[in-house]
């Protein structure tokens, strides 16, 4: 079974520039999360999708990030304009419905941001 | 809020040598308790999970208890390898059946040959 695929895997761009990561889940996974790591700091969750509904988004840090997640199979999180502070790990991750008792989801290997 | 504390890093040991790597969380209620390792060039893998009070996960050596006493899931292993060497991650969900994970800052972990 493949698992959690992210791409790009690096990507360098200029401040105020888009870039778009996408994601593909494990398949059979209804629910897709985006979580990401700046420089250092710890991993902070920025949403939940529930097939293509998004059901958590309390954690995107502004308006310059959208996530889509159409037909509820691969997703994509696209940020414009890039600034400096975006710089970091993006990791995507994704579980069945009715998440087994310890929460377990399945990481991807993450896209790196750098924003120059 | 919810929140984990974990040591700050870089730790670099030799390999055999003994490891802790502490982890203190807050929370309210009954949270679920987790180490997550990535190892370079490789994305977040699981280590271990706790899922109530004085459960002890363990996998690859490595083990942590869940104590709720100190609020803690120090993660040991008796012997380590220089295969080790990766980023640590502690990190716990509220509770059962959810999915916000709340992570540590993560500690390097480098193991000498």
């Known amino acids: 079974e493949a698992g959690v695929t992210q791409f790009p895997s690096h990507s360098v761009i200029e401040k105020g520039q888009t870039v778009t990561l996408r994601c593909d889940p494990i398949?059979?996974?209804?629910?897709l999360y985006w979580y990401r790591r700046v420089m250092g700091k710890e991993i902070k969750f920025l949403l939940h999708?529930?097939?293509?509904?998004?059901?958590?988004e309390s954690g995107m840090p502004n308006n310059r990030f959208l996530a889509e997640r159409t037909g509820g199979t691969y997703s994509t999180l696209k940020v414009q304009p890039a600034e400096l502070e975006d710089s970091g790990v993006y990791f995507c991750?994704?579980?069945?419905?009715?998440?087994?008792?310890?929460?377990?989801?399945?990481f991807g290997e993450g896209s790196w941001l750098t924003v120059v | 809020g919810n929140s984990v504390t974990q040591m700050e890093g870089p730790v670099t040991l030799s390999e055999e040598a003994f490891l802790t790597i502490n982890c203190t969380y807050t929370?309210?209620?009954?949270?679920?308790l987790f180490w997550y390792v990535q190892y370079p060039g490789e994305g977040l893998q699981l280590l271990l999970k706790?899922?109530?009070?004085?459960d002890k996960g363990s996998n690859k050596g490595f083990e942590a208890t869940y104590r709720k006493e100190t609020t803690s899931f120090h993660l040991e292993k008796g012997s380590v390898q220089v295969s080790d060497s990766a980023v640590y991650f502690c990190?716990?969900?509220?509770?059962?059946?959810?999915?916000?994970?709340?992570f540590g800052t993560g500690t390097r972990l480098k193991v000498l040959a």
């Open positions: 991750a994704s579980s069945r419905t009715g998440i087994d008792l310890g929460n377990t989801i399945y």
């Open positions: 398949s059979g996974h209804d629910n």
């Open positions: 999708f529930v097939k293509e509904s998004k059901q958590d």
């Open positions: 929370a309210t209620g009954y949270p679920s």
């Open positions: 706790a899922t109530k009070a004085d």
């Open positions: 990190a716990l969900t509220p509770a059962a059946g959810t999915y916000k994970y709340i």
